[in-house]
């Protein structure tokens, strides 16, 4: 068999391939036979240092270069958004490619974000949302591979067509969820479904107990996933305060759990660190302009930070892991987006403000965190 890499020992090749950056492993997987087994093999992710990445939904600049047209492109076009990557360890942007179905790369307006499986095997699924162009609920499915840089067309969500609902990956495996939303005549719906991501299918789940609109969805402890507020059809924007856990393994609901948030309060804040250890544990959201943190077992909110004045206008709140947790918002609606890291050690925390090109500072509808 040949070298990795003429004229090195197998050991040292391996360590310039784990080098490589994750942006690099579609183009890295074309060099040869040896590199594509190479760079899919579980062994070759355990060598690699992992590093969270954020992915967002985010408004699109009208024009791509600056100009005298620049100020009045605003206005002149609906915002059209797209998807972009952001390494919070180096402060780099890029803007990923789109999936093809979509003329001009436009995204589905409100389309959820998750992120399944682990080392070679880690996809971005973007699920549901509306079309740009008639803003008709779409059951769309798209996967995108990181480490082939390729899309391909997923199975779509399995009826009735549905938005705003609750969606999350639970950790590191192949398993979507979706519960809750709206149908077509604006009833909230109790209905759930999985989708495996590497078996390309919708798995149907048991109801939840409550009727769910404008949900939010998250997982914790690696797996569970819980289902924070929404709202009834008989009581529209009348956020209610309760959640709903399911467990993967028994393939069933737990019990309603009242007050979990506050009566009232809209969850879309809400977030949970990823991975099973303890941050894995650990729900956030923004309320009354701080941070708070909870632990899943535990019955209150803790206080953590106070949001920057430049990010009060939230659009978007991830937990990222290891007690930091990224908001993405602005000093008013429609100013031009800040994005600021919260990094929790014991019983001080600090702000870091990310760097931004002026074509990354558009509005974030969605987000969440890769670990490449």
């Not at 036979?33 to 093999?41: D, F, N, P, Y």
């Not at 100020?71 to 390494?87: E, F, G, M």
């Not at 995108?144 to 590191?172: H, I, K, N, V």
């Not at 600021?340 to 019983?347: A, K, N, P, R, V």
Request: hydrophobic share 40%; charged share 20%.
């Amino acid at each position: 068999m040949d070298d990795l890499i003429p004229g090195l020992p197998d050991d040292l090749a391996r360590e310039c391939l784990v080098r490589v950056g994750f942006d690099q492993l579609p183009a890295t997987r074309r060099v040869s036979r040896q590199w594509k087994a190479e760079v899919e093999s579980p062994f070759h992710h355990r060598l690699r240092r992992t590093r969270p990445l954020l992915v967002l939904a985010q408004a699109a600049p009208p024009f791509a270069a600056s100009g005298p047209a620049h100020k009045y492109a605003a206005s002149a076009t609906p915002a059209s958004y797209r998807l972009v990557l952001h390494d919070v360890s180096t402060g780099a942007w890029a803007a990923m490619s789109p999936p093809p179905p979509f003329p001009g790369g436009r995204l589905p307006l409100f389309c959820q974000l998750a992120v399944v499986g682990e080392g070679p095997r880690r996809k971005l699924v973007v699920l549901g949302g509306w079309d740009p162009e008639t803003w008709a609920p779409t059951a769309a499915v798209h996967v995108y591979d990181f480490l082939s840089g390729t899309w391909r067309r997923g199975a779509e969500m399995p009826p009735p067509r549905r938005s705003f609902f609750a969606c999350a990956a639970a950790g590191e495996s192949r398993w979507v969820f979706v519960a809750g939303g709206h149908d077509a005549e604006k009833n909230a719906l109790r209905s759930a479904a999985a989708y495996d991501a590497e078996a390309d299918a919708w798995v149907a789940m048991p109801e939840m107990a409550r009727e769910r609109d404008e949900a939010r969805g998250v997982c914790v402890g690696g797996a569970g996933f819980v289902v924070l507020g929404g709202y009834p059809t008989a009581g529209q924007g009348r956020f209610m305060g309760s959640a709903e856990s399911f467990d993967p393994i028994a393939w069933a609901w737990g019990p309603v759990q009242e007050g979990v948030i506050e009566e009232g309060l809209c969850p879309r804040t809400c977030c949970a660190a990823p991975g099973d250890g303890e941050a894995g544990t650990r729900m956030y959201m923004v309320r009354d302009g701080h941070v708070v943190a909870r632990e899943v077992d535990g019955d209150a909110w803790r206080p953590v930070a106070r949001v920057p004045d430049d990010a009060r206008a939230m659009t978007a709140v991830v937990a990222i892991g290891d007690g930091r947790v990224v908001v993405i918002g602005s000093a008013c609606h429609g100013a031009e987006q800040a994005v600021h890291l919260l990094s929790e050690d014991g019983s001080t925390s600090s702000w870091t403000r990310q760097p931004m090109a002026p074509e990354f500072v558009g509005h974030v509808q969605a987000a969440c965190c890769v670990q490449v």
